[in-house]
């Protein structure tokens, strides 16, 4: 038994030995795009914000998981998870840009969180992602399906970038340091300006929001509101930065934006305090019914929608990265289910397309039939809401 424990020992040792090992190679090798913390005024600003509880930022209903049924969930884990064929990108096209929409409201989904939305003569870009991966290092982490659909450089001019929270695939190093020179304005939630600064960008340019406050980028007024999620870029940065939503309001148009989160009661307050909105771009991918209050799932994004006050959904969050269990085309598959009956308009665009939602193109299925679970076979529920 002597024999057995010290071979157990041993192995253990060695097993610990390697994740320390890989541990400091990601670290030395994506060091720069780890981030960077507060510092200053920033942290003191930080420090005052009601949502600071003992340390780190805390959500007013707490995030739930059921670590078995994460482990059932990667055991029964869908065999489409990514496409078989890249999907039917609609590539370059800059000049679209040049003339502005008829409606005065046109928004161009990038796959995943990556929008463009021109809204009352201003251009907002949110969560840009242009990285090979969602990853500090460029040889390890979910890899997109597609190339960006359009280059940075072929970009029209923008007037403010969007960050939702500090997670890889909503705040990439490597696009920040690409844009870090543009003449923009840089939004984001309390804690992420560090990175930001850490990275190039001027300060400046740099508007750091708590919930609720807001800012003004020429005539539009862009508020940050609560969202329900988490943060951090490394294990020992959790929760040390702020998770947000946006209203974005023009002189005739509003337009929320999610980020991630799950579903929550303040989503009315927002439609009573910002709303109605035209268009609402709510996330509608990767969730689990194991962690249901970190994403909020096809269904619960369709009731977000209807917290909101929302006109025309765009579901986001999906068709670019494997980053759950899920076929990758269930999402938009349960947001039409869920959404018809309701009379709702969903807006399905490919990656890359541009769509003005007071008058959307015929409803087109673009993405390929692959078997998916139902609501009624992967029920996502939030936990804490009435």
Known sequence: MRRWGKRIAIGLAALLGLVVLFATVVAVDGWQALGHRSQGERLERIKASPQWQNGVFENPQ??????????K???SASDHRTPNETPPVIFGNAARFSAPPVSGLRVTWFGHSTLLLEIDGRRILTDPVWAERTSPVTWLGPERWYAPPLKLDELPAIDAVLISHDHYDHLD?????????WNTTFVVPLGVAAH???WGVPEARIVELDWWQSTSVDNLKIACTPAR?????MLLDNNKTLWAGYAIMGEKHRVYFSGDTGLFPAMREIGERLGPFDLTM???GAYDPAWPDWHIGPEQ???AHEWVRGRAFLPIHWGLFNLAYHGWTEPIERVLAAAAPRSITVLSPRPGQSIEPESPPA???WWPDVPWKTAAERPVRSTKVK
């Open 196 to 198: 930001l600064v850490g």
């Open 282 to 284: 709510i996330e509608a």
């Open 73 to 75: 969930g990667l055991m």
């Open 173 to 181: 190093y490597t696009t920040i340091t690409a844009i870090k020179d």
């Open 363 to 365: 409803a087109e299925r």
């Open 62 to 71: 707490p995030l739930w998981n059921d670590g078995w049924g994460m482990v």
């Open 301 to 303: 994004a369709i009731v």
């Open 229 to 233: 999620h988490a943060s951090g870029r």
